[in-house]
């Protein structure tokens, strides 16, 4: 039983049954982590990292919660464990037993050979009564761990407990900058996505497998916010969270190493991770948002790729060209301004300042364009700021898109009630375009200044053929990853695409390399995504 706020609470796992995965190597594929280990020189393995995982007790007497070591492939010396009765350095110990679920968890996260950060310097394993019950209610610093791994949940409960658990999370979050990475469960459309993945500050994890979702769906129960936020390879919310658990870890290990720039405090930042993992997830093909609800109910923003997310973290820290006040033109038209941001791939962590009488906008530009001055781009925008410590509402910040030329708004994002805005075109016409970040101010705000991250995608993946020997070579950009190539024996209608799963890809210098062999009877090929 948890106490949170006034209230007690029972924890459930998102996983009712023994499930030990046999496709770890194609969901490594799937998330980008396979294709991010051979394009970049230096590892990206969550090295000098410390993490955390919490375990609610697969019985009543709460004792088997706990990793042993030797089943996710590391060191005894690698792991601290975490009670009411106490902590312990070494393996077995008095504490606890061992759970197959923690083990699962684990092997997702960090473990050897298949996890997603499987080179961390530390993992903490809290028994999850215990950490709730003393660190989160509490608000009692753990040890430095900047990401923590929750696949469990409270369970259905009604809006002022929900309220409760989401409060004590997002004012853990605002106080050591922890990113709480939560199941969304698994109840599909008999209970909505549960606590303590539905916290405005966390990031929300939803599983995907067989073209379908396997979670709890949004919104949530209290105002019809958009949860879950993301979404990884598994048919349980116990091991698609790790994966994403895995991913913010490496990103948050190149962040700090300088990946992304020299400004690594604003790079490492939970704002900035969570915006570059939404911004580079893979859409399913029947994804969907609108304008006041940014993120698909099933889905999220899609399927977790930490490659495109690292790439995008790459692309470098960008500052908005100019921000411009307007006390009743909402949205508001660009500005005359030629100047330009020249990172089509990228990320920004701000602030927006607004005052009583007047909102606030900063604009960034883009130039977007490719070699061959012509052509469609895949744009994608991903807004993320925070809930603030002790407060029940948030800021109200929108993302909108315009065509400078004309001024058209080509689109935006605008919940009243999400810290979320995204953005997602297909299709988007070479051009110049104001990205602009809006805030809302008056006197009816939280506060007139607001920090957030703001991360983008403008992409325009070209597919070349040359000749191989006696073969075909087809050549794209490995980045973004998600595309699929489909072939057809001739374009006269109609015209009938078959996708390209018999042959494998090889990554060379940043390009996807595929050989066809010369009896092959396709000959016309395109990209498609979404290929999920």
């Known amino acids: 039983m948890k106490h949170l706020p006034g209230q007690n609470f029972f924890l459930i796992l998102t996983a009712a049954v023994c499930f030990c995965k046999t496709v770890r190597a194609q969901d490594l594929d799937m998330i980008g982590v396979t294709v991010l280990r051979a394009a970049v020189a230096t590892n990206v393995d969550g090295s000098g990292m410390r993490v955390a995982q919490a375990e609610a007790s697969l019985t009543s007497d709460l004792l088997t919660w706990e990793v042993n070591p030797a089943k996710v492939g590391k060191p005894m010396s690698l792991f601290t464990y975490f009670s009411a009765a106490g902590s312990a350095s070494v393996y077995p110990n008095s504490l606890g037993t061992n759970s197959w679920h923690a083990e699962e968890v684990g092997n997702d996260f960090y473990g050897i050979p298949y996890g997603v950060a499987t080179n961390v310097a530390h993992v903490d394993i809290f028994e999850a009564d215990h950490f709730i019950s003393y660190y989160i209610s509490n608000l009692l610093p753990m040890p430095a761990d900047p990401v923590v791994n929750q696949s469990f949940t409270f369970g259905a409960l009604d809006v002022s407990n929900q309220q409760a658990v989401d409060s004590a999370y997002d004012d853990y979050s605002e106080t050591f900058g922890t990113f709480f990475v939560s199941a969304a469960c698994n109840s599909g459309i008999s209970v909505k996505v549960c606590a303590p993945g539905t916290s405005y500050n966390c990031i929300s994890v939803g599983a995907y497998a067989n073209s379908t979702y396997y979670n709890s769906i949004g919104p949530t129960i209290d105002n019809g916010r958009c949860k879950p ?264 209608p109609p015209v009938n695409w078959v996708a390209l799963t018999n042959f494998t890809s090889i990554v060379t210098n940043n390009q996807n390399r595929l050989i066809l062999g010369a009896t092959n009877n396709q000959q016309f090929f395109r990209l498609r995504r979404p290929n999920l």
Request: hydrophobic share 40%; proline share 4%.
């Open 229 to 492: 936020d993301i979404t990884a390879p598994s048919n349980l919310t116990s091991f698609s969270t790790p994966q994403v658990s895995g991913a913010a870890t490496v990103l948050m290990q190149a962040a700090l190493r300088g990946d992304g720039g020299s400004d690594t405090n604003s790079a490492f930042d939970l704002r900035t991770i969570k915006a570059l993992l939404l911004n580079g997830a893979v859409k399913p093909a029947n994804w969907t948002n609108s304008n006041s609800s940014p993120l698909d109910a099933r889905y999220g923003a899609g399927v977790v790729n930490v490659f495109n997310s690292y790439e995008q973290l790459t692309g470098g820290k960008h500052h908005f060209i100019v921000s411009t006040f307007n006390p009743a033109n909402y949205p508001q038209l660009p500005p005359e301004n030629s100047n330009s941001i020249a990172a089509l791939s990228g990320w920004d962590f701000n602030t927006n300042s607004t005052t009583a009488t007047n909102d606030s906008v900063n604009h960034y530009f883009f130039n977007v364009t490719n070699a061959a001055n012509s052509g469609s781009f895949m744009a994608t925008a991903t807004l993320v700021w925070n809930r603030q410590f002790s407060q029940t509402n948030i800021n109200n910040l929108d993302l909108f898109l315009f065509n400078t030329a004309n001024s058209n708004l080509i689109a935006c994002s605008t919940s009243l009630v999400d810290n979320v805005e995204h953005i997602f075109l297909p299709q988007l016409t070479a051009g110049r375009y104001d990205l602009q970040v809006w805030k809302a101010g008056g006197a009816n705000v939280v506060s007139d200044l607001e920090t957030y991250a703001l991360a983008w995608e403008f992409v325009s993946s070209m597919l070349s053929i040359a000749k191989s020997g006696t073969n075909a070579a087809l050549m794209w950009p490995a980045y973004p990853a998600g595309f699929l190539v489909e072939a057809t024996t001739n374009l006269a």
